[in-house]
Nanobody, 127 residues
């Protein structure tokens, strides 16, 4: 089992950047696929990015490609989502999640594949 705690959210102007971190407990962090999802007010939760256990494969939803970067440090049990060139449409609560399923690009974007979730961190982008 793994527990996840996100941090790094906040208020930023359009065009700005934020760095979200997700700290994981447990000794088997490196065996988990990690994902970031977000949920804007009044909308469904949506996939943002995912990364395989070793960090050498990543997957992004189209609207964040080239702006967001996911990475992980298995020695520190941490996954990071770097958010650049933010727009007001990126405003949402961002969640990190962990999954034990085997890596597959399409499967990694499905929320139901993730058994463990953090509490979320709010990102607000002003225009």
């Amino acid at each position: 089992q793994v527990q996840l705690v996100e941090s790094g959210g906040g208020l930023v102007q359009a065009g700005g950047s934020l760095r979200l971190s997700c700290a994981a407990s447990g000794r088997t962090f490196s065996s988990y696929i990690m994902g970031w999802f977000r949920q804007a007010l009044g909308k469904e939760r949506e996939f943002v990015a995912s990364i395989n256990w070793s960090g050498d494969s990543t997957y992004y939803t189209d609207v964040v490609k080239g702006r967001f970067t996911i990475s992980r440090d298995n020695a520190k049990n941490t996954v990071v989502l770097q958010l650049n060139s933010l727009t007001p449409e990126d405003t949402a609560v961002y969640y990190c999640a962990a999954s034990r399923v085997s890596w597959n690009y399409e499967r990694s974007r499905l929320a139901e594949m993730y058994a463990y979730w953090g509490q979320g961190t709010q990102v607000t982008v002003s225009s």
